[in-house]
């Protein structure tokens, strides 16, 4: 009789942020979104001393999960280059002749570019102004966010609403600094009841923070499922 031998597949498992580079056709997990990835093949060319700019042909880039090797010299974001959007733009060219070598993750299955995930649960203080809800997520992946939301607090007041929030330096008021990002904060509608408590967003080490104003004296339960986006 033939022996059966079953194998288990491992797959390298993380956070969305710190997800690690995968080698080719080796599997991640995002376990807080669950999201799976797979390693591509490196890409590689030779620059030619002028370009500062290159372009992958992917949906999403997430800083973390992308290793760039310059003449065989790894580089990180945010200290020779930068990432904007799906474009890795240098500060100044690297040099003529170099090798370039990109490795980075593709999501395997992507649906309108968006992150669904199961109904969450905050719980707001009374008398506060710009309080954290707890709520946050990094800006690399996700520079929009449509959240549908209810409330009711101890005196059983009820709420329900709709934010929209965008990340964009052109949204109003301008930013004293033209290269500061500021975020956009919209409840559609106005929402429906009242509740006494108002939303807006902060950001900070590039991480977007919904915070929360309490004009009562109640506690809240907040009640929310976010869908995040990359608009690119």
Known sequence: MAETIIAKIQVRRGELDDLPVLDEGEFGYAVDHRRLFIGNTPLEFVTDGLSTRFTISDKSLIPGQMKILVDGVEEAPGINFNLDKTDIVWDTPPPAG??????????????????????????????????????????????????????VNTAG????????????????????????????????????????????????????????????????????????????
Do not use: C
């Open 98 to 151: 170099v090798l370039v070598t990109i490795t980075y993750n593709t999501e395997l299955s992507v649906i309108n570019n968006s992150i669904n995930p199961t109904m969450e649960m905050a719980q707001l203080q009374g008398n506060v102004t710009n309080r954290d809800t707890g709520l946050n997520w990094n800006i690399a992946n996700g520079n929009s966010a449509i959240l549908n939301y209810s409330i």
């Open 157 to 232: 007041d009820m709420h329900i609403g709709i934010l929209k929030l965008i990340t964009n330096a052109n949204i109003l008021p301008t930013p004293v600094n033209a290269n500061d990002i500021i975020v956009g904060v919209t409840d559609i509608g106005g929402g429906m009841g009242s509740a006494g408590i108002t939303f807006d967003a902060r950001i900070e080490n590039n991480r977007v923070h919904l915070t929360y104003t309490n004009s009562t004296e109640y506690h809240a339960n907040f009640y929310y499922n976010i869908q995040l986006w990359n608009t690119i």
